[in-house]
């Protein structure tokens, strides 16, 4: 029984990064699914895609690496947990390696990064950080 799916979903994106697989598939959900534009809206990965199957839908993001195969994404671990929530106002807006990582947020404008949450002027449930 799995508790927390978003969890899951950067565990997923962790492990398949550690091994240097070029895509990664996820069970999907509305929110997996605003999580990956948010990250391809930052250039963390490709792009991703749906794919229509029986059971569940799956969800294919498409990882990025570097010309010479390093690692977009160095670390990506999740802020806002089930047992302990963490929300955020525009104020209060973390920054990641001083601007060279970025967190997602979801807000009442969807999930987007911390960057378009400052332009956009909302704040909201910080659900995980990138570098």
Do not use: H
């Amino acid at each position: 029984m799995m508790t927390d799916p978003i969890s899951d979903m950067l565990t997923r994106i962790r492990n398949a990064i550690r091994i240097e697989r070029p895509y990664v598939d996820i069970p999907t959900s509305r929110t997996k699914v605003g999580i990956a534009e948010a990250l391809q809206r930052e250039g963390y990965i490709w792009d991703f895609e749906i794919i229509e199957q029986a059971p569940r839908n799956i969800l294919r993001v498409n990882l990025k690496y570097g010309p010479d195969g390093e690692k977009v994404i160095q670390v990506i671990q999740r802020t806002s947990k089930p047992g302990r929530r963490r929300y955020v106002g525009v104020s209060g807006m973390p920054t990641v390696l001083q601007g060279m990582g970025v967190s997602i947020l979801s807000t009442n404008k969807g999930i987007i990064s911390n960057r378009e949450a400052r332009k956009q002027n909302v704040g909201g449930e910080v659900l995980c950080t990138i570098w």
